[in-house]
């Protein structure tokens, strides 16, 4: 059966909000996206009345979830509004979630990111993989990275913020979507030993979603907030790519120890990973190093290597902006197979070169992050 937005609408009809009117009366509702049995929706207020809104936000995500033909519900409590503000007009779209508005995002407030720490009980430590740019390897580099993060002996969870393409569920095969536990948080999904959530179990990757600033932020921050992580020593958050304001703001509302910057050999990428450090580095995120992803193109069959993209650009880039240089990872038929057929290479093939080189840069990682933890 499939669930349409007027049904949502009828829902939302029946909760109460602050201001003393139904949710769908009271001029805070984004359009009603959506996807099969996803439903996805913010509701927009003014940051000083945020507090008030939370319940509201948790029962009209509750009252989704209860339509049949529901699986995943998720609402959005955004606090970009100014007072005065236009009210949005509630409006619904079956199909693509499209969230037009454009307002100015919000300015990342100046904080220490130790002083986040504690954002995530029993996360020890939350490190990003970013990239300046798409398609440079980021997320295969990220849930590698978490495997040889695991494969080191620590407990290890990955989240896939990547929220304008979250590839996570395609590279881990992951069909499932997370439960809720008695006390309503998501249950992240256990694979290769790691806990995985993804924006990408709660609505499809192809819907090439249009997420404003804000709204990427917020649901990071509730993907953070409520989901049920555990005890882990390491949560890796891959990132969406670029360095524009919706990273920036993010790259400060992650508790972070540290970031990883992918970047390929090539020039103009690289000037994308010199961005990227600039913006963790604003935001007083120690950047624990630098990897060259694509480094080199090596023949699946004679083992040839070739230097295609003039290989070493990441190492003189790491030397002259003084950041640690963490490893070289080939341009191989396997690594590009095994990721997306959803078996990461360090899982599928653990004794092979490309899981080595993983657990090596995985080691770097881990000593990066002890030391800016002791400098601390
Ligand atoms: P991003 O997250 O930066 O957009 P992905 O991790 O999704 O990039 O990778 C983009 C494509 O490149 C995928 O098809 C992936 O399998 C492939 N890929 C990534 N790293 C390598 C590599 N080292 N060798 C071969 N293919 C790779």
Not at 346 to 368: F, L, T, W
Request: glycine residues 10%; contains cysteine.
């Amino acid at each position: 059966m499939t669930v349409t937005p007027q049904q949502v609408l009828d829902r939302l009809a029946g909760v109460l909000s602050p201001r003393g009117v139904a949710l769908t009366d009271a001029g805070v509702l984004s359009e009603i996206a959506v996807t099969g049995d996803r439903v996805l929706f913010s509701i927009d207020v003014e940051a000083s009345e945020i507090g008030a809104w939370e319940d509201v936000r948790a029962r009209a995500e509750a009252a989704v979830r209860a339509i049949p033909g529901v699986s995943v519900a998720m609402v959005v409590l955004t606090a970009e509004r100014k007072a005065g503000d236009a009210a949005p007009t509630p409006r619904s779209t079956q199909g693509i979630p499209h969230v037009s508005a454009h307002r100015a995002p919000q300015k990342p407030a100046s904080q220490s990111p130790m002083s986040r720490q504690s954002d995530i009980p029993g996360v020890a430590a939350v490190i990003a993989v970013a990239s300046g740019k798409g398609g440079v390897g980021k997320s295969t580099t990220a849930l590698n990275l978490a495997l040889g993060l695991r494969a080191l002996g620590l407990r290890v969870g990955l989240l896939d913020a990547d929220i304008y393409g979250p590839s996570i569920p395609r590279l881990t095969g992951i069909r499932e979507k997370p439960r809720l536990s008695d006390e309503k948080k998501m249950i992240p999904i256990q694979r290769f030993g790691l806990a995985i959530m993804s924006v990408g179990f709660l609505v499809e990757e192809e819907s090439a979603m249009i997420w404003r600033g804000p709204m990427v932020t917020s649901a990071i921050r509730q993907m953070l907030r409520d989901v049920a992580w555990g005890e882990l020593d390491v949560l890796v958050v891959d990132m969406p790519p670029g360095t524009g304001d919706a990273q920036l703001t993010l790259a400060q509302t992650v508790p972070l120890k540290g970031a990883v910057i992918v970047s390929t050999p090539q020039d103009l990428s690289l000037i994308d990973a010199r961005r990227g450090i600039a913006m963790f580095r604003k935001v007083n995120v120690p950047v624990l190093g630098i990897v060259e992803n694509m480094s080199f193109f090596q023949c699946p069959h004679c083992g040839t290597r070739s230097d295609i993209f003039g290989h070493g650009g990441a190492r003189h880039e790491a030397e002259r902006l003084g950041v640690p240089f963490l490893g070289e990872i080939p341009l191989h038929m396997s690594i590009r197979e095994t990721s997306d057929s959803g078996h990461p290479v360090v899982e599928s093939e653990p004794d092979g070169p490309h899981a080595a080189i993983y657990r090596v840069i995985a080691g770097r990682v881990r000593d990066q992050l002890h030391s800016v933890i002791a400098a601390a």
